[in-house]
């Protein structure tokens, strides 16, 4: 007979843990008592070894579903006198250490009480479980209690109250436990409850767009299917060519696309993410949903309400963002009403309040590009303790803020680009929300060194000390926390722009780096940018540019052509070693895109181009079978490579003025570059001694060029570290922030 005190740390609370250790340790006989307290989850448990064995084994390998348990601990101590197994009251002391649990997906029994005439939940598109349902988007403080949510204002009925007090049922304590006759209902127009949603089918089947209330926010829904309603829906959101995500039930996305092993695992986990994926040919989906993109972005439904709406629409649904342009999700009901009312035939909303708006994230294969809805504040592991709390405030674009708790890293939910106020005024109310959970107040503030950065400026106003970290240092160090590494690595780091260390703009960056410092060994060779942020907007500027530089006519029709070349000439025109700015001007030169109406759109395209291409461009038979030349070349810079592409640039434009088709050129493009930069690469891992080579930064979010550098590595023997959890795109910047001043701070 022992008694052993049990510690389980991680998202523990709010999740159904304490009646699962209940459950299991009556069923193993045991004594003692379980309870949550502010580091998680704490048992006192007595009774055989064997049995409290098996009870330490089933906390770390079977736990309930929405747990991720971080660490369990156990210590034999003095015997009790407990007659039997409880759950007792939670204690509250010092600053919480417990994560918020993320959203997640309607569990199957939730779904199967939704669908059954019998069950007292039937079509009821609020029903949750300890297993499923809305966590970060309601909570407004901790502990995460009921009257701290967005719950507090729906009393339960004695029904749900005898679920919530049960520790044998699966609601015992589930904060948003509701019914039709407790809970929240909807509303569409003067219809409340089951006929406002019957109505939202009837308009959705009829052609008509709807707004409609998720849990992060609203969307804007239609019927994927119908031409005519999609082509409405852009023409109305102003959204030219950005595709739209697409909701769907899994038989009709088995339908829609070819999905990997991997692929598949994240449509199909509670997380309920959009997933890209290759679309199948025979696929029926309008086509302005991903006009002239390989890849559609399916996702399942997430919450009841969604299961209700597929199903009685019976076809897939677009599903995107409840706002114009690059505007901040509608998460407010006066709000929505205002900016989307004009927009759709109908609101489907509902009277449950929405506290933290919060975007679906993004999938592709196993790599998150958005980390959003159901999968913050999930805590990433820094692998190395913090001292003192740091605040990571991230970039300009896809912002996204951190705090440090220990030896891990809180992320919030996707923000947006800071340029707009909403977003701006979003991204001060995260950093309050994060904080205001862990009940924590920054020490340090670790930022971008781009000058003109909103959040750089946020953070010189706070009156902190101040960590700066160099953009693609943020980036290489982002992925060595995705990969638990401290370096050193090379990382090649390649996006749009960010502000060097030597005051130019960066994009094209193979640099040593450990954790807490980088140096720059190569680039790409730099180029006019001419007209600043009108390049990025306007891929045809950056192709007179680098043709300019190559010694070549460009063939740009634009009138002000003469105009922009003699600006890329001028010594007052800033430079940059961009890799996103090269692919753009490729695009441009090969009019697949001169002038782009969304981030990235330019080299999207040009690698939906390459694609078309049914085998690399070294194995046609065609005009092209040869890789085209890059200059390897030691710059001014006493040690530092330039991978120059003027060549590059030089046989594009020939290729292209001989009628070459445009889909071998571009994939001959993405071949030549992705091997000049492996072979770059693998040189400077040799000469400076390393064997891991990190791929990081935007760019290489472009499967072809991704796949083809990583190859090449792996063949030459080198060890490639890839994003996974954090956003290799500057949604993960504050990750690698946090990890570059806490090593600085700790050494």
């Known amino acids: 007979m022992q008694r052993r005190r049990i510690r389980v740390s991680g998202i523990v609370q709010g999740v159904g843990f304490r009646p699962f250790v209940y459950r299991e340790a009556t069923r193993l006989g045991l004594r003692g008592w379980v309870r949550n307290d502010d580091r998680g989850v704490l048992i006192e448990a007595q009774g055989d070894a064997a049995a409290l064995d098996a009870l330490t084994s089933v906390l770390v390998a079977d736990p309930p579903p929405l747990a991720r348990v971080r660490e369990v601990r156990a210590e034999t101590i003095p015997a009790g006198d407990e007659a039997d197994f409880a759950i007792v009251a939670s ?107 019957r109505a939202a089918v009837d308009a959705l089947r009829s052609g008509g767009i709807v707004a409609v209330k998720g849990l992060g926010g609203f969307h804007l829904a239609c019927d994927a299917t119908s031409d005519a309603a999609v082509d409405a829906l852009r023409r109305r959101k102003h959204r030219d060519d950005k595709p739209f995500a697409v909701m769907a039930t899994a038989d009709q996305a088995d339908a829609l696309c070819d999905w990997t092993d991997a692929a ?24 302005g949903v991903a006009p002239g993109l390989p890849d559609l972005g399916v996702l399942l439904a997430y919450t009841p309400l969604h299961h209700l709406l597929l199903a009685g629409v019976g076809r897939p649904l ?98 947006g680009d800071l340029e707009h106020l909403a977003n701006h005024t979003a991204f001060r109310q995260a950093i309050e929300h994060l904080c205001a959970l862990y009940d924590v107040t920054p020490d340090i503030v670790a930022h971008d060194l781009h000058p003109e950065y909103l959040s750089t400026k946020f953070a010189h106003d706070l009156d902190l000390p101040l960590v700066g970290v160099q953009h693609h240092h943020a980036h290489v160090a982002a992925c060595l926390v995705d990969n638990a590494c401290d370096g050193p690595v090379l990382g090649i780091a390649f996006d749009g722009l960010g502000y060097g260390a030597d005051g130019t703009l960066w994009g094209g960056e193979f640099l040593l780096a450990d954790r807490a410092d980088f140096t720059r060994v190569g680039h790409l060779a730099p180029v006019a940018l001419p007209g600043g942020g009108n390049a990025i907007r306007e891929p045809w500027r950056m192709a ?156 290489f979010q472009n499967v072809l060029l991704h796949t083809t550098v990583a190859e090449a590595l792996t063949d030459a023997g080198l060890h490639v570290l890839a994003h996974r959890d954090v956003p290799p795109n500057d949604g993960g910047l504050c990750v690698g922030q946090a990890a570059v001043a806490a090593s600085r701070l700790s050494r």
């Open 544 to 699: 007179v540019a680098w043709a300019q530089a190559a010694g070549v006519a460009d063939g740009m029709r634009d009138p002000r052509r003469d105009d922009v070349a003699r600006l890329a000439a001028a010594d007052a025109t800033p430079t940059t070693t961009s890799a996103g700015r090269l692919f753009d001007a490729v695009a441009a030169l090969l009019g697949i895109r001169t002038v782009a109406t969304y981030e990235g759109q330019a080299a999207i395209e040009l690698e939906a181009a390459a694609r078309r291409v049914s085998s690399p461009p070294t194995d046609r038979t065609g005009p092209v079978q040869h890789r085209y030349p890059v200059l390897d070349r030691t710059s001014s810079e006493e040690g530092v490579r330039a991978l120059d592409p003027r060549p590059l640039i030089a046989a594009i434009v020939a290729d292209r003025d001989r009628g070459v088709p445009t889909e071998v050129i571009a994939a001959a493009f993405h071949h030549s570059l992705g091997h000049a930069v492996a072979d770059v690469a693998a040189s400077l891992a040799l000469a400076n001694d390393v064997a891991t080579v990190v791929l990081t930064g935007g760019v």
């Open 91 to 197: 204690t509250r002391g010092s600053a919480p250490a417990v994560p918020v649990a993320p959203d997640s997906a309607t569990c199957e029994a939730c779904l199967a009480e939704v669908d059954d005439p019998a069950d007292r939940r039937y079509r009821y598109p609020f029903t949750n479980c300890t297993n499923c349902g809305p966590r970060y988007t309601i909570v407004r403080r901790v502990p995460y209690d009921r009257r701290n949510t967005t719950m507090a204002g729906f009393v339960m009925c004695a029904a749900c109250q005898a679920e919530y007090d049960d520790p044998a049922d699966r609601r015992f304590h589930a904060q948003p436990n509701a019914c039709a006759a407790c809970g929240p209902r909807l509303r569409f127009g003067d219809r409340i409850g089951d006929p406002a949603l």
């Open 318 to 415: 677009v599903m995107t963002s409840g706002n114009v342009s690059d505007e901040p999700i509608a998460h407010d009901d006066a709000d929505a009403a205002a900016r989307l009312g004009p927009l759709v035939d109908g609101v489907l909303g509902h009277d449950r309040p929405i506290h933290v708006r919060a975007d679906d994230s993004v999938v592709r294969g196993a790599t998150v590009l958005r980390r959003s809805r159901g999968y913050a504040p999930e805590p990433i592991p820094l692998h190395a303790h913090a001292p003192g709390t740091i605040l990571a405030v991230g970039g300009e674009l896809k912002n996204t803020v951190a705090v440090t708790v220990g030896d891990h890293v809180v992320v919030s939910h996707h923000i």
């Open 264 to 287: 598949r695992v994240a449509l199909h986990s509670p997380r309920r993410p959009i997933v890209l994926a290759p679309r199948r040919a025979e696929a029926t989906i309008a086509a």
